[in-house]
């Protein structure tokens, strides 16, 4: 067993980058990485033997326990057709020989099976160090950083200038080059406080000597320290640091000898909203609040720092100094807005641009409004619409853009407004991500859920589609947003289907606006309407593949394909039941006959009714009977959203369907018999085609033992 | 902690970089936003000439002016620029040791790069890199200039700003850039402040709107006839003052949002020709640094 280990020095590589998640830069290394370790063979469990980790200036891997040599493999090497290799009586030609020389084989290594002559060819398996020279370098090139530069002659990108690689295998180096730079066995300490060059043997060698020159490797030891200390410097003053888990993944990645610091802001600061004083500090400055015990914001936080201690008190001196100079600037915003109500804004709305083509935010705010009557008939949630888009024009928003909504929501509270319109403005924007929280109220959740799909109309209208990478308007979070809140069954459910809303916003941009002019036509409603529609199916099924429902592209496929567009709830109740279902017995039958008759009725009008005078024998009799009856049962149990009982139900109807199989002729030369029989299956067919296209499930059938 | 006035930060910036290989430049004599806009950083990052220059670079913003009320904020700042091109493996080290030449121990304070990129729009540039944060606070932009004028850069230019006033009076430990020392017995604050109110009233309060988008169509005008006469620094020289007078107007809020996106647009053509001319002129002189640095 060989151990190898891997550093890559660069420049400080941002920190949103470093973190390891699904689908990451890192995670991809990973993966590569046991790709590798998979085609070497010999482990049982490849993901034990990559370790993986990081600091803003580098980039570790240690393989611990990896087979010497790869495994040596078989080959077969086709040749010539048997018939061109050996003449009529059986004797090697000359094509055979050619062939066997060109391969440097001899006859005893001919395969004697096939239409072809074949070698068989043993490969040995190369040594690890000849693998890993030539993968690590492929690897480490080839990964997709979110934002890659040049530097120097510009002659390669990256994510950063690199400045040295170490590569060691068992204690030796091996040498490899990437982008041009030459591995050696020295790296250097921390930046400032020990910048010298250190000579490495292994990575147990390297970490203890790292830490000694003030460099803590593991990204986790780095958030365990910091933590630990951040408890420590809360507590002495009674408090505790807020919970923030953003923060807390980045100060792991934005040193390599983690420290933390407790400053002061001044007292008089705390009269300004909590909201804008904790987004200074987190967004702007990376400092976590402390809080009393039972919650309340202090004037002391948190700072990380690259260094274990502050000897002279420097990096708190300095983290005070800026952090009261930004609020001295927000009190100034804050004081500045509140001498003007929200209301009062609307002729500054008249002059906020919301899209060259697509008019002000005082017109955008009046669709908004007309669609939040429609969707609620609530005169408190217009309200909250009328006042969502104030906040726009207020210094505070103007100079924290991140903070949109909430200001609008903090200053409606403090104007004395019910709280179902502050929380409504203040929540408007929700969610921003599969993981962030829904509007607090209904109320809210259509606002938030209106706005959306006015915005979304829009740019569709002037086609500024999203197109591959590029969604400049954010519309694939705004429709993701807004098919969460549809999905959502609590206190907040919005009822109403993604075609209902779609057709509702088109709508909108119809109505005369507050300047008396429409809007101008753009686009053609219908081909906008479609457009949309496959917009929303898309971003429904990456919804419901994530993890938080986590069904399978078949399920949702077989679902959707039976109609999605009207609710959502229902797409997911019947989701639910072809997910249930399927690993049942009863399955195969089902989706055997969904198969069957979608076979033989492919391309055929299903329009077409079965006339009882024109069954001619007794299964088919017997089928349209069944038919019937069970259609009907079906009928009210999906009526009643228990999709699950009523695909069992179809299954019952499976052996008499098979029995049709087997005796009755469907594809008859009487044209008035053939139209009955395939008018039959239809029904049948019919009755689960409702629920999902079965059809579109992919079975294992080796996983139903009967 | 070093105690330095504001003019002993220049010297020990200008002398550090000069002995690191810079010719020091002198400021533009037109008014600019940023050091960025010196034809010694803007169309110097050009094509394959190397080039290395220091430089003091008086910076306008007149939305930044603050009357000279707010002790951080001034509507007018000095910058020191520096351009490293092609960008040395060693310009993180090289920015550090310039710190260690204004007297900072860096064992005793906090040092980080985080990520900040930058952009600017009316140049058709942008550039990876980071803040530098010294104890918390944002000393210095560190940029590696990807594109300029809509053109991809090689070799790449490495650009360290430092923001003057704030790194001196963060050393010293005051509250307020006014009250910072500028040498030589005299106040920043004494010096300035009569400045900074003046043209914060003046950009707010008295500039002619009027004569300002005249003075804009003129000067594009102007602009457009220097280029076609294939005269490139004139042309750009008009291109900055183009965009000091939209920076007026925009302070002035005679720019709304419709107007402004067109008028960026104008300042943006301007840019992206004269950056394109200026690479097109120099390869036709034979890229004469290219020669010097090689003979």
């Known amino acids: 067993m060989a151990e190898y280990f891997f550093e890559l020095l660069t420049e400080e590589i941002p920190a949103w980058m470093l973190r390891i998640y699904y689908g990451s830069v890192l995670d991809k290394l990973k993966e590569h990485l046991q790709m590798m370790l998979l085609q070497v063979g010999g482990l049982s469990d490849v993901s034990k033997h990559v370790i993986v980790t990081s600091t803003p200036r580098r980039i570790v891997i240690f393989l611990p326990q990896i087979p010497n040599q790869e495994l040596d493999q078989e080959h077969k090497v086709k040749g010539p057709p048997r018939k061109v290799a050996y003449d009529t009586s059986g004797n090697p030609t000359l094509a055979l020989s050619g062939f066997l020389k060109k391969n440097s084989a001899e006859t005893k290594d001919i395969i004697n099976d096939g239409e072809y002559v074949q070698l068989r060819r043993k490969v040995s398996g190369r040594t690890i160090d000849e693998i890993l020279r030539e993968r690590i370098p492929q690897i480490i090139e080839s990964l997709r950083w979110p934002k890659m530069m040049r530097w120097g002659r510009g002659e390669h990108s990256y994510i950063r200038p690199i400045h040295s690689i170490v590569s060691v295998l068992d204690g030796a180096h091996l040498p490899i080059t990437i982008f041009g730079v030459a591995s050696a066995t020295t790296t250097v300490g921390h930046r400032t406080l020990a910048p010298q060059k250190i000579e490495v043997t292994s990575y147990n060698d390297y970490v203890t000597k790292l830490e000694l020159a003030r460099v803590i490797i593991d990204a986790d030891r780095r958030g365990e320290v910091m933590a630990k200390r951040a408890q420590i410097l809360s507590h002495e003053i009674g408090g505790t640091p807020s919970v923030d888990a953003a923060i807390w993944s980045q100060w792991q990645y934005l040193t390599e000898y983690p420290g933390v610091l407790r400053a002061e802001f001044e007292r008089d600061y705390l009269a300004l909203p909590e909201e804008v004083l904790v987004m200074v500090m987190r967004v702007h400055q990376k400092q976590l609040p402390i809080r009393t015990i039972d919650g309340k914001l202090t004037n002391s936080f948190l700072a990380v720092l690259d260094n274990d201690a502050d000897p002279d008190g420097n990096a708190a001196y300095g983290n005070s100094f800026v952090t009261n100079a930004r609020f001295a600037d927000a009190k100034f915003f804050y004081e500045t807005d509140r001498k003007r109500t929200l209301e009062s804004r609307a002729d500054q709305l008249a002059h906020l641009q919301f899209q060259e083509k697509l008019g002000n935010y005082l017109d955008k705010t009046e669709r908004v409004m007309w669609l939040v009557d429609r969707l609620s008939g609530d005169s408190e949630a217009v309200r909250a619409a009328e006042l969502s888009k104030m906040d726009l024009v207020t210094e505070m928003v103007k100079e924290f853009t991140e903070l949109q909504g909430r200001v609008g929501g903090i200053y409606a509270r403090e104007e004395g407004l019910a709280e179902k319109i502050w929380q409504s403005i203040y929540d408007q924007y929700l969610p921003q991500s599969t993981d962030d929280a829904l509007p607090r109220s209904q109320t809210g959740a259509i606002l938030s859920v209106a706005d959306k799909i006015d915005s979304i109309a829009g740019f569709f209208r002037i086609d500024l589609k999203p197109t591959g990478s590029k969604d400049p308007f954010a519309l694939r979070r705004a429709a993701q947003g807004i098919v969460q809140i549809l999905l959502n069954r609590d206190k907040r459910e919005v009822k109403v289907g993604i075609d209902g809303l779609i057709d509702l916003a088109l709508a909108a941009w119809k109505l005369e606006t507050n300047i008396g002019k429409p809007m101008p036509e753009f686009a053609d409603d219908a081909s906008v309407r479609s457009d949309l529609l496959a917009f929303f199916a898309e971003r429904v099924r990456t919804l419901l593949e994530a993890p938080a429902y986590g069904f399978a592209y078949d399920e949702i496929a077989a679902a959707m394909e039976a109609g999605w567009a009207s609710s959502l709830t229902d797409l997911v109740d019947r989701i639910t039941a072809v997910k249930a279902m399927r690993n049942e017995p009863d399955f195969l039958s089902i989706l055997d006959s969904a198969k069957r008759i979608a076979n033989i009725t492919s391309g055929q009008e299903s329009s077409a009714r079965i006339d009882p005078s024109k069954l001619e024998s007794d299964v088919e009799k017997r089928l349209a009977d069944l038919a019937a009856h069970v259609g009907e049962q079906i009928g009210e149990m999906i009526a009643e959203r228990n999709y699950k009982r009523a695909l069992e139900t179809f299954a019952a109807m499976a052996p008499e369907l098979e029995t049709f199989f087997d005796e009755v002729m469907v594809m008859v030369e009487d044209e008035a018999v053939r139209r009955n029989r395939m008018a039959l299956l239809h029904t049948v067919g019919n009755a689960v085609m409702k629920i999902a296209d079965v059809t579109k499930i992919v079975v294992d059938r080796r996983e139903y033992r009967p | ?295």
Not at chain 2, 54 to 62: A, D, E, K, T, W
Not at chain 2, 95 to 103: E, M, Q, V
Not at chain 2, 201 to 226: G, M, P, S, V
């Open chain 2, 1 to 295: 902690m070093p105690r330095l006035s504001f003019q002993d930060l220049i010297l020990r910036l200008q002398n550090f970089w000069a002995e690191r290989g810079c010719m020091i430049e002198t400021p533009l004599d037109v008014s600019v936003g940023a050091g960025t806009m010196h034809p010694a950083t803007f169309l110097r990052v050009l094509g394959p000439e190397p080039w290395n220059v220091g430089y003091v670079q008086p910076s306008r913003r007149p939305a930044d002016g603050r009357y000279g009320d707010n002790p951080f904020r001034l509507g007018k700042h000095y910058q020191f620029q520096v351009i490293l091109k092609p960008s040395p493996l060693d310009v993180q080290e090289l920015y550090l040791d310039s710190l260690r030449a204004i007297g900072l121990d860096l064992t005793r304070h906090d040092i980080r790069f985080e990520e900040d990129n930058w952009e600017a729009p009316t140049l058709g540039a942008w550039g990876v890199g980071w803040q530098i944060l010294l104890d918390g606070m944002e000393i210095s932009q560190f940029t590696y200039f990807q594109q300029a004028g809509g053109i991809d850069l090689a070799p790449i230019s490495a650009e360290l700003t430092y923001g003057l006033e704030r790194i001196t009076m963060f050393l010293a430990r005051q509250s307020s850039i006014y009250d910072i020392e500028w040498g030589a017995g005299f106040g920043y604050g004494p010096v300035r402040k009569q400045e900074e109110y003046e043209f914060s009233k003046y950009y707010f309060e008295i500039a002619n709107i009027t004569t300002h988008w005249q003075l804009f169509d003129l000067y594009e005008r102007e602009a457009r006839l220097c280029l076609d006469e294939k005269l490139v620094l004139p042309a750009y020289e008009w291109t900055l003052k183009c965009s000091h007078v939209f920076n007026t107007l925009d302070a002035r809020g005679a720019v709304s949002v419709t107007e402004r996106v067109g008028v960026m647009k104008r300042v943006r053509d301007l840019a992206v020709a004269c950056a394109h001319q200026y690479l097109a002129s120099r390869e036709a002189l034979g890229f004469p640094l290219l020669k010097a640095s090689n003979g």
